[in-house]
C-alpha cells in the first residue's frame, strides 16, 4: 500500500471526513484490519482566505507546498488537498511537488467523464464559481463547465456564509438552490451538478436534484482510496 | 506556537478527538482563528494489539519510534500517543526520540496529584489492568494506584469487548462498575478512578461514581494545548 500525504486543515472538519473515509474505504477493499498508511499536515483555513483574499497565488502555493514537502518528509509517497479551494493552484503545485498528487477535480471529471456528459453546472461558494479550476480540469475531457448568474451567486454565497456553514438547512433554501438548478437545466443545457463546496450536500441530493450531483470529497476519497490500494 | 506531532490510528476514532480536542482548546486559548500547527502519523491498532499479544515491547517501540521520527522529519517540535496502551513504552520512547513527548499518563498524575490524592484505582482493558506503565508513573508523585481482583478484571475486559467497543451502554453493566468501584473504596481505599481505556466515559462520569474519575484523553489534551501554546 503506499503511504498518502494528506494537506489537512482547510478545514478540519473535511479533514475528519477524509480521515474516516479513507480508512472505511481501505477496509473495504483490504479488509477490516487494514487501515492506511497515512500522514496529515494540518494547516488553517483562515490562512487560505487571506491568500485567496489578497489574490495572493505565490504565498498560496509555498503554504501549501510547505505542507507536502513536510508530507514527503514523512514519508508520503502521494499527496492530496483536502479543500476545493486550494486547487485553485494544484497544477503550480503538482510540478513542484516532490511526490504525485491526485486531484480532486480530476476525480470529479473522471465521474463526469464516465456519465458521458457534455456540459456540467457548478454550485459553490462565489470564489469557486468566479474561478476556472474546476473548468479548467474539466475541459481536459472536452467537458463544459458552466456557473448561475452573477445575482444568483451572491443568492448561494450568502446561503453558505449564513445557513449551511452554522449547520442551518432551510427548505426555502432547498427549493431556491432546485429551482436555480433547473434554469442551469433548461438555458445552460447542464446534465450534471457539481456541488462544489462540501456544505452543499447538506442541503442537496440525487433525490432532491433535477440532475444527477457530482460530489467532489466522496469522489476524491475513492480515487486516493484506488490509488493508494492498486 | 510549537508545532505538534500526534501519533495517530491507534484506534482512528481517539485520533479525532484528539484532533478536535487540540482545534478547540488553541482557539478557546488563542482566538477562534487560531488553529495548531499539526501533523498527525495515523499507524494501525491492529498492529499495536499483535506486538502487545505476543509481548514484542522492541517491536512496539520501535513502529511507534518510526512514526516519531516522521514526525519530526515534518517538523513537529513535540509529540504525542493518543492510545494509553502504546504508552506502555512511553519511557523508551522518550529516551530515543529526538523530540519532547508529552505522556497521557503524566497529565492524568498532575490532575490527581493537584487534588491531593493518596491512592487512585485503574480501570481498562485487562491489559492495562494488569501493566503497570499508569502504576509506574504516578509512583512518582507518590501515588499508588490499584486494580480490582482478577475475577472483576475478567468481567470489566468483557464488558468493554463486547459492550463498550460496541457503542452499547446497558444499565446492568453501569451498576456493576459502580459497585467496582464502591468495592475498591471500602477494601483499597482508593480516592479517584482512572477511567484507563477511552470506552469507559461512555458508561461513567462524575455523577455515577462513587469516587472522582480521571480521564486521561481530554487531561492529556488539555496538557499538549497547554504545552504547545505556552
Known sequence: MRKLGLVGGTGPEATVLYYRGLIAGVAKIKGPEALP???????????????????DLTGLTDYLLDAINNLAAAGAECAALTAGTTHLVFDELATRAPIPLVSMLDATRNEAQAGGVST???????????????????????????VPSAEKIAVIQK????????GIVKEVSQQQLVSIIKEMVAEQGIEQVILGCTELPLILNDTLSPVPCLDPVPLHISALVNYITS
Open 37 to 55: 498508511k497515512l500522514s496529515i499536515e494540518s494547516l488553517s483555513p483562515f490562512e487560505v482566505f487571506e491568500f485567496c483574499a489578497a489574490h
Open 120 to 146: 456540467v453546472g457548478l454550485l459553490g461558494t462565489a470564489f469557486t464559481m468566479n474561478s476556472d479550476f474546476f473548468a479548467r480540469s474539466f475541459a481536459k475531457a472536452g467537458i463544459k463547465v458552466v
Open 159 to 166: 446561503m453558505i456564509a449564513t445557513e449551511l456553514e452554522h
